[in-house]
């Protein structure tokens, strides 16, 4: 059984930052790119970042580039979202996502995710 089990999230201020982890188990973690995205209440779930089978390539959303790092760790079987710079407008549930082949943006492209974890930031 796949799992995903994201943590990190929390309230910050505008300006501040927070990491997100999300442990995988039940899947070949090498074999599968990771994606994070995003919902926002009333929005539909947005892509924010991706990274590759051996994280070597990474991909993210204009939205948050520069200020969100994805990467991976295939030891600890676990995918990180550093968030720097956090406006009010990245508040949302993050959710971890796995199974692609390939770094890919769309939402039909994973088929496991997580719970999701609230990232709130006030301004």
């Known amino acids: 059984q796949v799992q995903l089990v994201e943590s990190g999230g929390g309230l910050v201020q505008a300006g501040g930052f927070l990491r997100l982890s999300c442990a995988v188990s039940?899947?070949?973690?090498?074999?599968?790119?990771m994606a994070w995205f995003r919902q926002a209440p009333g929005k539909e779930r947005e892509f924010a970042a991706a990274?590759?089978?051996?994280?070597?390539?990474?991909y993210y959303a204009d939205l948050v580039k520069g200020r969100f790092t994805i990467s991976k760790d295939n030891v600890k079987n676990t995918v990180y979202l550093q968030m720097n710079s956090l406006k009010s407008e990245d508040t949302a549930v993050y959710y971890c996502?796995?199974?692609?082949?390939?770094?890919?943006?769309?939402?039909?492209?994973?088929?496991?995710w997580g719970q999701g974890t609230q990232v709130t930031v006030s301004s």
């Open positions: 990274i590759s089978r051996s994280g070597g390539s990474t």
């Open positions: 996502a796995a199974g692609s082949r390939t770094v890919m943006a769309g939402v039909d492209a994973y088929a496991y």
């Open positions: 039940g899947l070949t973690f090498s074999s599968s790119a």
